[in-house]
């Protein structure tokens, strides 16, 4: 879809991603891209645009930052566009800014690396309000066996065992950065449990389903129902046909940071 005379944007956002069902609009159901664009007819009074985001996002996957690539045949004022859109967007979604990017911006070729992070607790039953953003576990888990099978998920593994509905074009191989657990100080509220901890991931592109099944099999360690050395066959027999089953739920993943180049 072009336009004569277009204009582009590059649009900063974030959102609770609770009751949407991810990132990319489908029918019938409620999606934050399905949301935004509404938005936008809304303020824009035309369908003329379109959206692409730098990645995507599953059902109930929350963002704390990522982009979205606006393509419009109207230029608009972007401290104009930021304000229309927060007061029209509902209250789990915000823009944080918009700026003007030139016709050869390419926001799939712009991703540099993703920052995702899991928000957990255990040994207690938590607060009803914390289901939107962490996940609790009942049982006293082994943060020290947890942590010491984190960082086997660094480096270069082929993680074909670590996704879901995989095509012939699926690239297992991937990079994973960082993998680390530590105490949550970052995210805070009077509801969340006295201790908290975080799963941080950081690589260039993960597939469907890929970071949940990681902390699902963290969870399966420390309940001590897998041990290290079955993570380790995981990631070296990735061909033995034994299939992965336990993905975490989504609802405690977020996309905390999708850096782009020049933009970050």
């Given at each position: 879809m072009k336009y004569e005379n277009d204009s582009y944007y590059l649009i900063k956002l974030q959102y609770l991603g609770f009751r949407f069902h991810g990132w990319q609009k489908q029918p019938k159901v409620k999606t934050v891209q399905g949301?935004?664009?509404?938005?936008?007819?809304?303020?824009?009074q035309h369908h003329h645009f379109k959206t692409l985001a730098a990645g995507r996002t599953d059902a109930m996957v929350s963002a704390q930052e990522t982009h979205c690539h606006l393509t419009t045949k109207t230029a608009?004022?972007?401290?104009?566009?930021?304000?229309?859109?927060?007061?029209?967007?509902?209250?789990?979604?915000?823009?944080?800014?918009?700026?003007?990017?030139d016709a050869t911006f390419d926001i799939l070729q712009q991703n540099k690396e993703?920052?995702?992070?899991?928000?957990f607790s255990h040994g207690e039953r938590n607060h009803p309000f914390c289901a939107s953003l962490m996940t609790g576990k009942h049982q006293v888990l082994d943060l020290p066996l947890m942590q010491e099978g984190a960082k086997l998920f660094e480096g270069i593994h082929n993680f074909k065992k670590y996704t879901?509905?995989?095509?012939?074009?699926?690239?297992?191989?991937?990079?994973?950065k960082t993998s680390i657990i530590e105490e949550n100080t970052l995210y805070k509220a009077n509801f969340f449990p006295k201790k908290s901890y975080l799963y941080k991931v950081t690589g260039n592109g993960f597939m469907r389903y890929q970071i949940r099944m990681m902390m699902g099999q963290l969870f399966l360690l420390g309940m001590h129902e897998i041990s290290i050395k079955d993570l380790q066959h995981s990631l070296s027999h990735f061909d033995d046909g034994k299939l992965l089953t336990e993905i975490a739920p989504a609802s405690g993943l977020i996309l905390y940071k999708n850096k782009l180049k020049n933009h970050s």
């Open positions: 949301t935004l664009e509404k938005t936008l007819r809304f303020v824009f608009y004022a972007t401290d104009w566009l930021l304000s229309q859109l927060n007061q029209n967007l509902p209250q789990d979604i915000r823009i944080l800014d918009i700026t003007k990017v993703k920052e995702y992070h899991y928000l879901v509905r995989a095509n012939k074009n699926t690239q297992f191989t991937r990079s994973v």
